[in-house]
């Protein structure tokens, strides 16, 4: 390691370095307490002012900003009272612990922020646009929609946009969480901050650098570890209230019982000392904001991000969660599930004429239907004098004849079979969309699309069930194919036909019959919902901004699958908050009482109460485990 290194790691970590020091002197103090007893006090001094400066920083602002105490306030009184009645290595070792416990605690949070730190400095800088085949380095805030930039093979894609020449395997954990690289072929999206492969990409911006996914997680991070959950808020509160009850506390317990219980004045002083260092709330303080972002570093490695505390708090009490379906639980897209052939006609035959006729169209049906060809290495013909037929579908002349694609319910009944219109009928009970294609007036095939589910969407809700979580669908579609998507996902309470006040409604509904619910969606009309449940869970990729801005928690690779891994999170950094807070209540009441009934040493005070601060911190960075 070099001497840089060592002056950079020093520099980020100067709290601990200064708690170190301070110990250090202590030792070398209590060595010299006998010999040099003058020197040693020099070198206590020392340890008081070296190991105690951020924390009477913090207490000192405090005080002089908001004129109100706090804990680090209660641990200087303590030690500086220890001190002047000549315990000075028992103030110093005070000092040293405390200063240690928040050394450990600023570790924590460091800790928390290094995944935002490393996302600051992956954010590129400059890129390099593509102009009248010219090329020319720009900074990045210079890019506009439209502009063409080259991404050369290794380099870091400098904003989101649509590859329009060239393909590459790109690697998106810096968007997604998943090591594995994408490949990236023309018309795929790719993100500012993901690392381009071997290939070179040109690439049309599509969004802003300010406006890019990459520049939106940095900004959720950084709100996340702003924002203090409701306990914290308690807590703090609570916090200043009870510094004044203890320094109240202690000025009686110095002064009454010299006149109530002949108590000399030093033994009263010693108590009061003992019971300001034992009664202290490091530990109930130092329980829950450690643990708290902890989880939500964890989770951003993971791809979900949190936007606060509060929302990693309100997750774990969710009893049901409500899925949009399009996008959500689907794909989004439709695609070709079902293809039949009639008179003489295969299945291959049926799909190269209707991928032929539709090639020239820009429905979704239509595309859905060519790229299906294309997946199974048909090539489409280019049919002639495409027209659309109002309310039906599309005609179009190919190979000599006219060909008809559209609704089997807008066909004259006499051009179906019996066979088909039970075909047709069994594919619309399944909830997919169906379409007939008819060479002059004879019916040669039939094609049923549907919105493709997820392939993690029935695990999802495997996985909620096992929480003891209840799964809702609500959506725009209608029953039918609402009630085939829920069947295929294992959902059973599905509400369809919706609009987007009748989604929040709903939720509302469902609020007041479960408590706590979660809403997942992607769409601009999904927000009010999104913003009326109790946490609000947005698709990161496919998300609308509208969405992303509105909800409380973003899947930055579209897995709804992280929704369950989250929860579960959600409910160990509850569980480990409980554990830290009662295992802290506890050990201050042993304390107390020990110190009124038997009586207990400074130094054990001491260590005890700031030994239960030190545990609290090291459980709630388990959290930051895999």
């Known amino acids: 390691m070099t001497a840089s290194h060592v002056s950079k790691l020093i520099k980020r970590n100067l709290e601990g370095v200064a708690a170190l020091a301070s ?10 307490e006998a010999s040099m007893e003058e020197l040693s006090i020099v070198l206590y001094l020392l340890a008081f002012a070296i190991g105690g400066f951020y924390k009477a920083r913090e207490g000192l602002r405090t005080l002089v900003q908001e004129r109100d105490l706090d804990v680090n306030m209660l641990m200087l009184v303590a030690a500086v009272g220890a001190a002047s009645i000549g315990y000075w290595m028992e103030g110093a070792i005070l000092i040293f612990i405390f200063s240690l416990s928040g050394a450990l605690e600023s570790y924590t949070m460091e800790r928390s922020r290094r995944d935002i730190s490393r996302l600051m400095e992956l954010k590129p800088e400059s890129a390099v646009r593509y102009t009248d085949g010219q090329e020319q380095t720009v900074p990045i805030e210079q890019l506009v929609e439209g502009d063409i930039i080259v991404i050369k093979p290794g380099e870091r894609i400098a904003a989101d946009g649509i590859v329009t020449t060239g393909s590459s395997s790109v690697n998106e954990a810096t968007i997604t969480g998943e090591s594995i690289p994408v490949d990236k072929e023309v018309g795929d999206s790719v993100f500012a901050g993901t690392m381009n492969g071997q290939g070179a990409l040109f690439v049309t911006v599509t969004r802003s650098s300010e406006s890019t996914l990459f520049s939106k997680i940095i900004s959720l991070v950084q709100e996340a570890q702003s924002e203090k959950p409701a306990s914290q808020r308690f807590m703090e509160r609570f916090e200043r209230i009870y510094a004044r009850t203890i320094l109240i506390v202690t000025a009686a317990i110095i002064v009454v019982p010299p006149w109530l219980l002949d108590w000399t004045w030093l033994d009263s002083l010693y108590k009061g000392m003992v019971f300001l260092v034992v009664a202290s709330p490091c530990a109930l303080v130092a329980s829950i904001m450690p643990a708290m972002l902890s989880a939500i570093a964890r989770s951003a490695r993971q791809g979900v991000l949190f936007k606060g505390g509060a929302h990693l708090e309100h997750l774990a009490d969710v009893k049901l969660v409500a899925f949009d379906k399009t996008g959500t639980l689907t794909q989004g897209r439709p695609a070709v599930t079902d293809l039949i052939g009639y008179g003489g006609y295969e299945e291959k035959e049926v799909l190269h004429a209707a991928a032929s006729i539709e090639s020239l169209s820009e429905h979704p049906l239509a595309k859905a239907i060519v790229r299906c060809a294309q997946e199974r290495g048909i090539e489409p013909d280019r049919a002639q004098s495409l027209q659309a037929v109002t309310g039906w579908g599309v005609e179009a002349q190919w190979q000599g004849c ?14 179906l079979t019996e066979k088909q219109e039970s075909a047709i009928h069994r594919l619309g009970q399944e909830g997919k969309t169906v379409i007939v294609i008819a060479r002059e007036v004879t019916v040669i095939g039939i094609i049923a699309l549907q919105d493709t589910i997820r392939a993690e969407a029935t695990g999802t809700i ?7 979580i209840k799964a809702a669908m609500l959506t725009g579609d209608q029953q039918r194919t609402a009630d085939a998507i829920a069947r295929e996902a294992g959902i059973d309470k599905v509400f369809a036909e919706l609009l987007p006040e009748h989604k929040l409604q709903l939720i509302k509904q469902l609020k007041e019959r479960y408590g706590h619910v979660a809403m997942v969606g992607d769409g601009v009309n999904d927000t009010p919902a999104l913003a009326t449940a109790t946490v609000g869970i947005a698709m990161g990729g496919a998300g609308s901004d509208a969405a992303l801005e509105t909800a409380d928690l ?17 409910k160990r950094a509850r569980r480990i908050i409980r554990q830290n807070m009662i295992f802290s209540a506890v050990v201050i009441a042993i304390l107390i009482i020990t110190n009124f009934t038997s009586g207990i040493s400074l130094p054990l005070g001491v260590i005890g109460h700031e030994g239960s601060t030190l545990l609290v911190i ?4 388990r959290l930051l485990k895999r």
């Open 402 to 415: 006219l060909w008809r694609i559209g609704k089997p319910s807008l066909l004259d009944r006499n051009s």
């Open 554 to 570: 973003v899947l930055m690779n579209d897995g709804i699958d992280k929704i369950a891994y989250a929860i579960r999170l959600s």
């Open 462 to 468: 495997a996985a909620l069930r096992e929480l003891g």
């Open 618 to 621: 090291l459980n709630g960075l």
């Open 23 to 32: 110990g250090v002197l202590i030792v070398l103090a209590w060595r010299m």
